[in-house]
């Protein structure tokens, strides 16, 4: 049974940094398929970052430049580096695993119980 579970949430400055971890356990790849979500009150869901089997990332224009995706070797853990933080990234933020089958990643199905990050002016 696959388990994330977030941490690392609060609430800071604008400006400043944060750094939210994701603690895997069931999850049968060392290098899968991970991203990190968010949602902000009345907001869809907004994929933020992601990194795939071969270590590309991608983010979400909206983070670019500001916020770095990573896993350690073993894939027990997730990481998102949030620095230089805005008010607009205030918002739960989720951990996200997808299988990977047939060489490549599927829809991400298995998810954290979110950390909240909160910017103030």
């Known amino acids: 049974q696959v388990k994330l579970v977030e941490s690392g949430g609060g609430s800071v400055q604008a400006g400043r940094s944060l750094r939210l971890s994701c603690a895997v356990s069931?999850?049968?790849?060392?290098?899968?398929?991970m991203a990190w979500f968010r949602q902000a009150p009345g907001k869809e869901r907004e994929r933020v970052a992601s990194?795939?089997?071969?270590?590309?990332?991608n983010y979400s224009d909206s983070v670019k430049g500001r916020f770095t995706i990573s896993r350690d070797n073993a894939g027990k853990s997730l990481y998102l580096q949030m620095d230089i933080l805005k008010l607009e990234d205030t918002a739960m933020y989720y951990c996200?695993?997808?299988?990977?089958?047939?060489?490549?990643?599927?829809?991400?199905?298995?998810w954290g119980q979110g950390t909240q990050v909160t910017v103030s002016s």
């Open positions: 996200a695993a997808a299988p990977y089958i047939g060489l490549r990643c599927r829809d991400y199905i298995f």
């Open positions: 069931g999850y049968p790849h060392s290098n899968g398929c």
């Open positions: 990194i795939d089997t071969d270590g590309a990332t």
